[in-house]
């Protein structure tokens, strides 16, 4: 197998289509079974398939295996979620607590890149999933034995996954990132297809199904639709900028992947500073302006990619727009899950979790779809490969804009000042929700 410098890249995006098609799927099925027994189902999935990812002799089967592990993000992403909002009640403190689980992402990928960036350089890149499977076990099997007891919240509910995992893998298909291979008409298509498989699925969950995946009546919140628009606008610009961050970086002008980990580190750090700050302004300003934060960040970060010269210095446009950028998917994040979480009651926590998870991770994949087809067409008619690197990112930065746009005009959310679970009971298919009562 080729260890080149971005021969983890394409299996990336597999990982992350698998995990985003089972993350909403499977936030049903903690309130039945139980959180934290589908947390460790997913690591287990994680540990297990990056261990045999170790052993793959050939591109296909790793990009297979990868795809395999995302199945485990899926399941996990939710209930991770889920089980730090059941253990701690909307206050203050779940702010803070949501904040550190958003910086982890970023922050394990600063260390995951560097890591792998030293492996494909000094030894076999086997020993980076060994790694992660060993790490991984740990881990998980620390959490199996300090974990408490957790009572699913509905044991006798229903959860309908054969339906659920045949449309959402239909129109997971729709959208696997093949844009470098598309033609104009295929890419119609497929897009056509994936919106037609949307639709019913939409039909079967509003008319059919006897326990939705999500609960309708978070759709009645003030600007939740909205809100739904402008997470996903603002991801798939975030995948637009993380990708050609790295890809210029690598195909222009050269660099290894270790010295794009250590070009990395200043986003991580950013990711650390941003999580602290959304946690500290959700209280105390309104949502629609941490969010609007967030895509103004990614605003400016994608225009300075877009603008800079072919070959110049880092530290004149890619060291500041991989600190500004690293705000943005926190920002939104934060203020998101934790809209999300209190749009529902204590035992639809993981389903909520899984809607913000499924927004981040499609947008991502998404935006690629668009942005690697465009990079194409116009690689292809002015044979430059940095013009098409140019006018996908001028597409990222069209797409935050929207997103800003659309957010300070329909959202519309109060602060998040409230200290305790919100009362809210589902009788004879109905919910109704009473006042917050504060817990100690």
């Known amino acids: 197998m080729s260890t080149?410098?971005?021969?983890?890249?394409?299996?990336?995006?597999?990982l992350s289509l698998t995990q985003s098609a089972f993350v909403?799927?499977?936030?049903r099925l903690g309130a039945v079974y139980g959180h934290q027994k589908l947390l460790l189902l997913g690591g287990a999935i994680i540990v297990v398939f990056s261990t045999a990812n170790a052993f793959c002799n050939t591109y296909d089967s790793f990009v297979a295996v990868r795809a395999l592990?995302?199945?485990?993000?899926?399941?996990?992403?939710?209930?991770?979620?889920?089980?730090?909002?059941?253990?701690?009640?909307?206050?203050?403190?779940?702010?803070?607590?949501?904040?550190?689980?958003?910086?982890?992402?970023?922050v394990g990928a600063l260390i995951g890149a560097l890591l792998a960036g030293v492996f494909l350089q000094y030894t076999a890149w086997k020993w980076h999933f060994i790694l992660i499977a060993c790490f991984g076990t740990f881990v998980f099997g620390g959490l199996f034995f300090v974990l408490p007891?957790?009572?699913?919240?509905?044991?006798?509910?229903?959860?309908?996954?054969?339906?659920?995992?045949?449309?959402?893998?239909?129109?997971?298909?729709?959208?696997?990132?093949?844009?470098?291979?598309?033609?104009?008409?295929?890419?119609?298509?497929?897009?056509?297809?994936?919106?037609?498989?949307?639709h019913s699925f939409f039909i079967w969950e509003c008319r059919y199904a006897s326990e939705p995946i999500m609960p309708l009546t978070v759709f009645h919140t003030p600007s939740f639709n909205a809100l739904i628009f402008v997470i996903l606008f603002i991801y798939m610009s975030v995948g637009i900028l993380l990708w050609y961050m790295v890809a210029w970086q690598q195909l222009i002008r050269g660099w290894t992947v270790l010295q794009v980990a250590i070009g990395w580190i200043p986003f991580g750090i950013g990711a650390s500073m941003g999580v602290t700050l959304a946690a500290w302004l959700i209280p105390r300003l309104e949502a629609q302006y941490v969010l609007a934060l967030g895509c103004l960040t990614s605003v400016v970060s994608t225009v300075l990619l877009a603008a800079m010269p072919e070959q110049q210095l880092y530290w004149a446009q890619v060291f500041p727009s991989t600190f500004l950028g690293s705000f943005?998917?926190?920002?939104?994040?934060?203020?998101?899950?934790?809209?999300?979480?209190?749009?529902?009651?204590?035992?639809?926590?993981?389903?909520?979790?899984?809607?913000?998870?499924?927004?981040?991770?499609?947008?991502?994949?998404?935006?690629?779809?668009?942005?690697?087809?465009?990079?194409?067409?116009?690689a292809k008619y002015r044979a430059s490969e940095v013009l098409g690197f140019?006018?996908?990112?001028?597409?990222?930065?069209?797409?935050?804009?929207?997103?800003?746009?659309?957010?300070?005009?329909?959202?519309?959310?109060?602060?998040?000042?409230?200290?305790?679970?919100?009362?809210?009971?589902?009788?004879n298919g109905e919910v109704v929700i009473g006042e917050y009562t504060e817990e100690k």
């Not at 919240?153 to 959860?159: D, I, L, S």
């Not at 997971?172 to 497929?190: M, S």
Request: charged share 20%; with cysteine.
């Open 4 to 14: 080149g410098p971005i021969f983890l890249v394409p299996s990336k995006f597999r």
């Open 328 to 378: 943005c998917p926190d920002f939104v994040y934060v203020a998101a899950q934790i809209i999300a979480s209190n749009s529902v009651g204590k035992r639809e926590q993981g389903v909520a979790g899984s809607l913000i998870g499924t927004l981040h991770l499609y947008g991502n994949s998404l935006g690629l779809d668009f942005a690697a087809t465009i990079e194409v067409q116009i």
């Open 149 to 198: 007891h957790e009572e699913p919240v509905e044991k006798n509910g229903k959860t309908d996954c054969r339906i659920r995992f045949g449309r959402a893998l239909t129109f997971q298909h729709r959208l696997e990132p093949g844009a470098l291979r598309w033609i104009w008409n295929t890419i119609c298509d497929c897009h056509a297809g994936a919106v037609s498989a949307a």
């Open 390 to 427: 140019r006018a996908a990112l001028w597409f990222g930065v069209a797409l935050a804009t929207t997103a800003l746009i659309l957010d300070l005009v329909f959202v519309r959310m109060p602060k998040d000042d409230r200290e305790g679970w919100k009362s809210s009971e589902k009788r």
């Open 69 to 106: 592990t995302g199945v485990g993000g899926g399941i996990l992403m939710p209930y991770a979620v889920a089980t730090l909002t059941i253990m701690v009640p909307p206050t203050k403190a779940r702010n803070i607590t949501l904040a550190a689980f958003a910086a982890s992402p970023p």
């Open 24 to 27: 909403l799927v499977s936030g």
